[in-house]
């Protein structure tokens, strides 16, 4: 359903284009609803021209406009960008915060006049299959409501309690797409090596991660496991392989990935 807000962007790089385009795409918002400005000119006159949105020149501007405020500048470049301009912030006025790194506690101390929301998409959102979590603070039902509005087009949209749910949302489907990757450029090495070309290494790949979360999607009332021993008979080829997996302790080494990665996160919250 349409919405009437009128949304204003700092910044129209990756993550805001991908939301710019959710937005028109699905009708939630219409162009002429949603304003942007760009440090340069360059990227803003490009999305200009994709999605028909309202450029404007200045930040100010964007703030002065607009009811919901989206920081989509990279988290280094946050502060130099907000700090001269928290005064032009009205009562109430929603913000949402892309930046990794930059606790809620933080933003709602440089804006205590604004209603706060923190968003953390995945890569994936660019093509609407998202896994995106946001939090905000207490009685917030209302902000709540225009956070899924304005992230339902990238896909799942979930609220998280506080900032450790958050780091773990951003580790496992964050840095998550890029565990998968990784678990992916195993699987196609193997093939390639029993003389496959890449390209349809890759395709058979690309086919079996896609094609095992489809049936996970489609069978959502089933248990993971339940699935797996649909194909793993007893003492058969893929229970020889789990075997293996297992004994190798591979559930060990990416647990320890994913606490070596909520570490750095806690390092760069407090660098932030
Ligand atoms: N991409 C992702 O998958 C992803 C996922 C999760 C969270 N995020 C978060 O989303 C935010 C944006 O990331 P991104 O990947 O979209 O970065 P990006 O492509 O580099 O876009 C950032 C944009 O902000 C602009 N900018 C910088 N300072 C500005 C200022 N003072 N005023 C107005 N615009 C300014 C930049 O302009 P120029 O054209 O001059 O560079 C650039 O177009 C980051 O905080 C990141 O942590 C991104």
Known sequence: MMKHYK????GVGNMAQAIIKGLVESKVVAPDHIYAANRSPGK????????????????????????????????????????????????GQIVISLAAG??????????????IARVMPNTPSVISQGVIGYLTGANSEALDTVVEDLFTPLGYTLKVQDEEQLEALTVSCSSGTGFVFEMMMYFQDWIEERGFDPATA???????????????????????????????????????GLESMREFEIERALRYSFEKAALRNQELAKQG
């Open 7 to 10: 949304v204003g962007f700092l």
């Open 202 to 240: 890759r395709q058979m790949v690309v086919q079996t991660f896609l094609g095992a979360a489809k049936l996970a999607s489609l069978n959502a009332e089933q248990h993971l496991e339940d699935l797996q021993h649909k194909v793993t008979s007893k003492k058969g080829v893929t229970a020889a």
């Open 102 to 115: 930059v606790q809620l506690r933080q933003l709602q101390r440089k804006l205590p006049q604004c209603r």
């Open 44 to 91: 803003l006159q490009k999305a200009t021209e994709l999605w028909g949105l309202q450029p404007l020149a200045t930040n100010e501007e964007v703030i002065d406009k607009c009811e919901i405020v989206v920081l989509a500048m990279k988290p280094q470049d946050l502060s130099s960008a907000i700090d001269p301009l928290v005064g032009l912030f009205n009562e």
